[in-house]
């Protein structure tokens, strides 16, 4: 937390309610798990699963919906938990992770044909290129780059290393997250005389709002339109949108999840991780593709979840999955029926061995 605060000022500053005001003047200088907090440190609770942990916390307070009872530590009543968690380490991040001063590095590369917002950061060996144009308050870190083309929204970050490449858009408030990709070109070719022909990719990538590409991630440019994420996508780490698919809003995209080209996913929609959509298929508003799943050959609908490869419905697929361990048994019983019915009908069922 890198400060000291009393509980009772932290009451205040959560519109919440202390449990035992004559512990107002405690001091919290930290924010831990519940299991492993101590007397000066927060612990929040939001979730019944947890309440026994929280009546045997030693924190020296529990932020919680309603009074933990039975429990050592005071409790700070809040309508939200949860969003008081993020009022509380957004404050700590943001000590944590100052923004870099407005301006140019002397160490970058900013074109004469580029447009910078006020407030705009530019880091060193960051680049810019002609006809980018950069919204306020954006912050381009260390080694990022910036293409031909390229526009940019107010309140981005482009951290160290990320690179949006030409003609693609973003809108504000956007992280790009270091060595992510955004709008290389997609994977087309097409065989002419036996050799693999580039076809060249037009199209650009949009992204819309609040949007998150996660490190090391690729979002290629589409071959003629343009590859879209919509208001608040959000994707992890070791991610690949392909090729002129189109995201809806809210989707996630946990690591290692990957499309194939002119994928459709409607709002709200997941792909767990190392889950995997075929070209041209969709996921329907709502749809989850569970970890480790592929769906190779049928779209999935919405409000639906699969697993498994190929996918099927998750609880057919639970219900495989349950069978599996069991057929090895199940298959010398079946052996042995065989056995019984070929001496009853006087056949005999041969020799064959498992």
């Not at 307070?61 to 949860?82: L, N």
């Not at 951290?159 to 790009?176: F, K």
């Not at 270091?178 to 097409?190: N, Q, R, T, W």
């Not at 809806?248 to 929609?269: F, N, P, Q």
Request: glycine content about 14%.
């Amino acid at each position: 937390m890198e400060q000291q605060i009393t509980l009772a000022a932290l009451a205040g500053l959560l519109g919440g309610r202390l449990t035992d005001p004559a512990r107002g003047q405690a001091v919290v200088r930290g924010f831990r798990a519940l299991d492993a907090a101590g007397p000066t440190d927060l612990a929040f609770l939001w979730d019944a699963k947890y309440v026994a942990a929280a009546r045997t916390s030693k924190a020296a307070a529990i932020v919680a919906r309603e009074p933990v009872e039975g429990g050592a530590s005071p409790t700070i009543v809040v309508a939200d938990p949860q969003a008081a968690m993020l009022v509380l380490l957004g404050q700590v991040h943001a000590r944590r992770h100052p923004p870099e001063p407005p301006g140019v590095h002397p160490r970058a590369f900013v074109h004469p044909e580029a447009t910078l917002g006020e407030g705009v950061s530019i880091g060193p060996c960051a680049v810019v290129e002609a006809g980018a144009r950069i919204g306020a308050r954006t912050r381009v870190r260390a080694g990022a780059f910036v293409g031909l083309g390229v526009t940019i929204g107010q309140d981005c970050v482009l951290h160290p290393n990320a690179t949006v490449l030409d003609h693609c858009a973003l809108g504000d408030r956007v992280v790009i997250w270091s060595g992510a990709i955004v709008g290389k070109d997609g994977f087309g070719f097409v065989n002419q005389g036996g050799r693999h022909a580039r076809v060249p990719q037009i199209g650009g990538v949009r992204i819309e709002d609040d949007v998150e590409v996660g490190a090391l991630s690729t979002v290629a440019r589409g071959a003629l339109e343009d590859t879209v994420l919509r208001r608040g996508v959000k994707i992890d780490d070791h991610c690949h949108v392909a090729h002129n698919c189109d995201l809806g809003e809210d989707v996630m995209l946990i690591g290692y999840a990957r499309m194939g080209g002119s994928v459709t996913m409607g709002k709200g929609s997941y792909l767990l991780q190392d889950a995997a959509i075929g070209q041209g298929l969709s996921v329907g508003e709502g749809g989850v593709v569970g970890s480790g799943a592929k769906a190779r050959y049928d779209s999935v609908g919405p409000g639906e979840r699969v697993l498994g490869d190929p996918a099927r419905p998750h609880m057919l697929m639970k219900r495989i999955e349950g069978t599996l361990p069991k057929l090895p048994d199940m298959r010398r019983r079946l052996r042995a029926l065989e056995k019984r019915v070929g001496k009853l009908d006087g056949q005999g069922a041969g020799d064959e061995r498992d």
